[in-house]
Every structure is written in structure tokens, then in C-alpha cells.
């Protein structure tokens, strides 16, 4: 079976109109995403204030995650729809990587959206980190949160990182870039604030709903900063 193509498109906004735009777009850009051909899942998502997971909200960026079952669809989709034309008219910059995922345990919204491969080879691997806060957790889950989110920053073989979400608060999720996946493992299993903050996830569950998905990228289009994140 054919491994599935992931996508996330990261888009920036400048100006109070055209945040704006982007804004009313979390709930008016549904209706150029259903039933499109192709694809099988997608996340409209805002983002929060800094890299990791924050309780502010960035009004300046959001994100698009879409599942397809092939790359010419993904593709496609990206270069002709009415969607990604509006967000190109209206967007400072915008950023899209192309991914296969490789590990994938949980469940967003109900199902695991991706099918992993492990026999794809590389070095680079983003991971998406995704969970629905309880809402008798909630105070106890962010009085935790930001040391784990500063430790996140300063890994090493870390490319990129940035907290997304479908709702500020209490659907939370964080998306990340490495070098490679030793450094990605160090982190998640040597790293003293995340080991804490899990440990107590675990004590106290935190989580309605959970998922841990890790990709391999081998595409992307367009900048972020001004460069591109990664060498393809």
C-alpha cells in the first residue's frame, strides 16, 4: 500500500487587515477543504506566541495540515487551488513541507490520520506532538508547560519548532523539525523537563485525546524568514 503524503503549510501575515483575513479564515476556509480529491484529513491551525507551546496566541501566523494519498494530489492542491491562491495574495510569506510519516500512535479528532512507513530512510525528521487538554487539567497542564516549551528551544539539532492548535488553550499541539533522529530522541528521552512534564501527564492524565506521529520530509516550497528550513 501506498504511503500517504503529509503536508503543512506554514503561512505569515502582516498588517491588521490581513490578520484579520487570516483570522476569519480558521473558520471560513472549510469550505475549500471538503471533499477535495485526494485528500483524507486536514487541520486549519492557529499557532501560539514564541516556539513551543504557549497560551498566547501568534495572530501573525497559522497553519494548514493536510493528508493525501498520493504527492501529485498534494501538489496540486498547493500550486492550483482557490485556497492557496487567496492565502498567496494575502500572506507575507508561507513555508510547505512535504512529508511521509514514519511512526505514528494516538488519535486526533477520533482516528490516527496517518499511516506510517518505517522503511523510509533519511536523516530529517519532523514530529507533531498533538493533545486535547481535559478541562479539569487545564490550570495544572500550564503551570508546567513553559519550562518545557523554553528546554524545547535550546536542543540541540533542533531546526525548528512552533506551537499549533485548532483552539487556544485546550487543543494544543507542537510541531518540530531535527537534524536527525538522534537529536529528536535525546530530547524526548533525556531531557529532564520533558521526562517531568510526561511523567505527570501520565500521574494526572492531562489528555482526552493524544497523538505522537513522526515524518520524513523530503520536499519543501517557498521560505520562512526569508530561507528555507531545509536544503530540499
Known amino acids: 500500500m501506498q504511503s500517504p503524503v503529509v503536508t503543512i503549510s506554514l503561512m505569515?501575515?502582516?498588517?491588521l487587515r490581513q490578520k484579520f483575513w487570516a483570522f476569519t479564515m480558521m473558520q471560513f476556509a472549510?469550505?475549500?477543504?471538503?471533499?477535495?480529491?485526494?485528500?483524507t484529513f486536514y487541520k486549519l491551525m492557529g499557532t501560539g506566541a514564541g516556539k513551543g507551546f504557549r497560551i498566547y496566541a501568534d495572530f501573525s501566523t497559522y497553519a494548514l495540515l493536510t493528508v493525501w494519498k498520493d504527492q501529485a494530489q498534494a501538489e496540486n492542491f498547493l500550486h492550483n487551488s482557490i485556497l492557496h491562491k487567496l492565502y498567496r495574495t494575502k500572506s507575507k510569506e508561507q513555508y510547505t513541507i512535504f512529508m511521509i510519516p514514519v511512526k505514528s500512535h494516538g488519535k486526533w479528532s477520533g482516528t490516527n490520520p496517518f499511516k506510517p512507513d518505517s522503511a523510509i530512510a533519511g536523516d530529517i525528521t519532523a514530529v507533531i506532538t498533538r493533545a486535547t487538554i481535559a478541562t479539569s487539567q487545564l490550570l495544572h497542564f500550564w503551570r508546567?508547560?513553559?519550562?518545557?516549551s523554553k528546554s524545547l528551544e535550546h536542543s540541540d539539532g533542533l531546526i525548528y519548532t512552533k506551537g499549533i492548535g485548532e483552539w487556544p488553550v485546550n487543543?494544543?499541539?507542537?510541531?518540530?523539525?531535527w537534524e536527525d533522529e538522534k537529536s529528536m530522541l535525546a530530547y524526548a528521552y533525556k531531557n529532564k523537563d520533558h521526562l517531568r512534564v510526561v511523567e505527570k501527564s501520565r500521574e494526572v492524565k492531562w489528555f482526552s485525546e493524544e497523538l505522537f506521529a513522526r515524518f520524513r520530509p523530503f520536499k519543501s516550497e517557498g521560505t520562512w524568514g526569508g530561507k528555507k528550513l531545509l536544503p530540499f
Open 12 to 15: 505569515r501575515f502582516k498588517g
Open 30 to 39: 472549510h469550505k475549500y477543504l471538503k471533499n477535495v480529491d485526494g485528500m
Open 144 to 148: 508546567y508547560v513553559p519550562g518545557t
Open 171 to 177: 487543543q494544543m499541539a507542537t510541531f518540530s523539525l
